[in-house]
């Protein structure tokens, strides 16, 4: 009789760790309320049509052996092994009970509680977040082209603010620029001096988990791509017109994308799973959850407190095929060995077709770095199908330039 293995989550952690299962042997399960997997690394290039959305996603159904079940698992008896789960569209409640549970629920965007963050600003986390994201930002053009509007409102609706200087709002203010250098200016004639992008991020530089100099370097390319940083500077409140922030000053906007950095889903902080002062799943080497013997948890919701890995795509991405193979060892009685990763480095689009490569073995930046970004993400892509559709995305773009129609 196989084993039942309930898996919750699509993302990277959950999705190679699928790959490696062996079905043979489990019963496999999928919890997840999103139906596909997304490769968030190329999710700013979607906000502005460098790359489509369905370029980077995989249909989750595509892994034929499983049986995936679309919704939230919002409560884990680890008493009676079984997890609640609720489906948001139907509200339709269920239980399933496994042998083994994997947790790969990753986090969610952090607000910090700060007023009007979560009815004003844009996420970007998903590929819907990115396509509410493409919508606002043409139809902020096409607010501000209407006739009989003033400066000071054309101003406004062209005022693009990202808060949060991390890989994610640094490579939005990219893609940002590059749509505005290279379409919009074709486009929406006569709209040039009054676009502004603002990048606001608290601490005192942007990037601060990259190399100082690669830091220094973004900052000056974001100067002369008229992108406007203010370091140590927070925003306050948000009013549907309105960003305030800590300095006291306070200015009209067209849109906000959020990029602040990550906190635990509902179903982390509520579980009774042990958890460090992060709200992290505290797991040991083996990835099994700390004093349970059938629960493993991986990616950004968990933590191995010896040795505590960055919250990347590429540690859920190791610690998934890890637990796969391992998975299929330990149901044979057979002994695994402990998880253990190099850090490969990190890297980042800066626009203007240059990127920072933030490797042990290359600290680089400029054109070159940017070939390099672009073929480690076309490598990286999880399918045939993925890649095929990002090199002509990028071709597309490359000789068309990006589509501006709105829908
Ligand atoms: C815009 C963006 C760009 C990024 N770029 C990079 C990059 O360039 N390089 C890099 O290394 N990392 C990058 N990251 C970080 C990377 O995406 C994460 O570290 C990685 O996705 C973590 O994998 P995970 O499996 O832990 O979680 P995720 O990939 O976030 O997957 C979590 C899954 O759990 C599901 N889920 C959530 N709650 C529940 C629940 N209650 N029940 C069941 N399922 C649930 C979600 O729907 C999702 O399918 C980026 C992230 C973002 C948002």
């Known amino acids: 009789m196989k084993k039942k293995l309930v898996v919750l989550g699509s993302g990277f952690g959950a999705f190679s760790c699928l790959k490696e299962i062996n079905y043979n042997l489990f019963d496999v399960k ?46 884990i008896v680890s008493s009676i092994n079984e997890i609640h789960c609720e489906d948001s569209d139907t509200k339709k409640t269920f239980e399933l009970e496994y042998d083994t549970l994997v947790i790969s629920v990753g986090e969610v965007t952090n607000t910090f509680n700060i007023e009007g963050v979560k009815e004003y600003a844009y996420f970007l986390r998903e590929a819907a977040d990115a396509r509410k994201i493409r919508i606002k930002v043409i139809d ?60 606001i991020e608290a601490g005192d530089k942007l990037l601060n988990t990259f190399d100082e100099k690669l830091s220094q370097y973004t900052m000056k390319i974001f100067k002369r791509q008229r992108i406007n940083v203010k370091t140590n500077s927070y925003i306050t409140r948000i009013t549907k017109n309105e960003i305030y922030v800590n300095d006291g000053s306070h200015f009209k906007y067209g849109l906000l994308v959020w990029a602040t950095g990550n906190t ?33 948890g991986l990616g950004d919701c968990s933590e191995i407190p010896e ?21 299929n060892k330990i149901i044979k009685g057979k002994n695994v060995k402990p998880f253990r990763y190099k850090d490969l480095g990190m890297l980042a689009y800066i626009g203007s077709h240059k990127a920072l490569a933030n490797i042990r073995q290359y600290k680089g930046s400029g054109f070159a770095a940017w070939l390099f970004w672009r073929s480690v993400y076309i490598t990286k892509l999880v399918s045939l199908k993925n890649k095929v559709l990002v090199l002509f995305d990028w071709f597309k773009t490359f000789v068309f330039g990006r589509d501006i129609s709105n829908f």
């Open 140 to 199: 902020c053009f096409e607010n501000a082209s209407l006739p009989n509007i003033s400066e000071e409102e054309r101003r406004s609706f062209l005022r693009f603010v990202v808060c949060g200087g991390g890989p994610t709002g640094v490579e939005f203010a990219a893609e940002l620029h590059d749509f505005i250098e290279e379409d919009v200016r074709k486009n929406y004639k006569g709209l040039d001096n009054y676009i502004e992008v603002i990048l």
């Open 307 to 327: 040795e505590p890995y960055p919250a990347t795509a590429q540690t859920a991405q190791r610690q998934g095929k890890y637990l796969g193979k391992s998975l």
């Open 264 to 296: 635990a889903t509902d179903l982390i902080k509520n579980c009774d799973l042990p958890k460090n002062e992060h709200n992290k799943i505290i797991v040991d080497r083996y990835l099994k959850v700390k004093d349970t013997s059938n629960i493993y």
């Open 30 to 75: 999928i919890v997840s309320p999103r139906n596909h997997f997304l490769f968030t690394c190329l999710l700013p290039s979607t906000t502005v049509g460098t790359i489509e959305f369905r370029s980077i996603i995989e249909p989750i159904r595509n892994i034929k052996k499983a049986h995936y079940i679309q919704a939230y698992c919002n409560r």
